[in-house]
């Protein structure tokens, strides 16, 4: 079964303009972790940002927010303000169980393309 | 200098060529990995390391082997290349159980091609 699901191959956005990258996951286990990562046209996965299962609050860094809906079993990426170097692939994971319960590998999603328009 | 670093960069080889993938890291972290990433599919773990002494196996571990000479360094080979091992090959790193987000750290990829 799927684990993680990026329904959205690709977005287009205006520049300056807010967008929502979509991510579903399916886990059985109370603890888990969720990872965006970007992939500009240079190839190399950039850490974006993180949620825990656990955590309140949704995870904010700086442009970069998740929508978190526990419920929903969705972890959305929200990049307010867009720019022209936020074109790039992104890419949602999951972590399974908890950090200090050892091994915990990452299971990617097919990923989104963006592209940001001037 | 890049904390995670992949040689080759670009490789072309011919099938039936025996490669080897090389990650060297100047992180210490413990943990190391080796992804394949084909359109469409995103990222697949290939072989996992916890510290030099344990190799693991990801979930497309077949046609592969690794070795993890140092905590610094974890080679990937392809013993005898076939052409649908063509793909972007990445190296991450990651920290131990004990850090809270354990994030992984990619290198910059090795984009594989075999004829």
């Known amino acids: 079964a799927q684990k993680i699901t990026q329904t959205q191959p690709g977005m287009f956005v205006q520049e300056k303009e807010a967008v929502t990258l979509d991510c579903t996951y399916d886990?059985?286990?109370?603890?888990?972790?969720l990872f965006w990562y970007k992939q500009p046209s240079s190839g190399e996965m950039i850490f974006l940002i993180y949620q825990g299962s656990y955590d309140q609050q949704n995870a904010t860094e700086g442009r970069y927010s998740l929508n978190f809906q526990k419920a929903r079993k969705s972890a959305n990426l929200v990049i307010s303000a867009s720019q022209l170097g936020d074109s790039a692939m992104y890419f949602c994971?999951?972590?399974?169980?908890?950090?200090?319960?050892?091994?915990?590998?990452?299971?990617f999603g097919a990923g989104t393309r963006l592209a940001v328009h001037p | 200098d890049a904390d995670v670093t992949q040689t080759p960069r670009n490789r072309i080889t011919k099938t039936g060529k025996r490669i080897m993938l090389e990650c060297s890291q100047t992180k210490g972290h413990d943990r190391m990995y080796w992804y394949r990433q084909d359109p469409g599919l995103g990222l697949r773990l290939i072989y996992y390391?916890?510290?030099?002494?344990?190799?693991n196996k990801g979930e497309i571990s077949d046609g592969y082997s690794v070795s993890r000479q140092a905590q610094a360094k974890f080679s990937l080979s392809l013993e005898s290349a076939i052409p649908n091992q063509t793909a972007l090959y990445f190296c991450?790193?990651?920290?131990?159980?004990?850090?809270?987000?354990?994030?992984?750290?990619f290198g910059p990829g090795t984009r594989l091609t075999v004829l």
């Open positions: 994971a999951m972590r399974e169980g908890r950090v200090s319960g050892g091994y915990n590998k990452l299971i």
């Open positions: 991450a790193t990651s920290r131990g159980s004990r850090y809270q987000y354990n994030e992984q750290f």
């Open positions: 886990t059985s286990d109370p603890s888990y972790g």
């Open positions: 390391s916890f510290d030099v002494k344990d190799i």
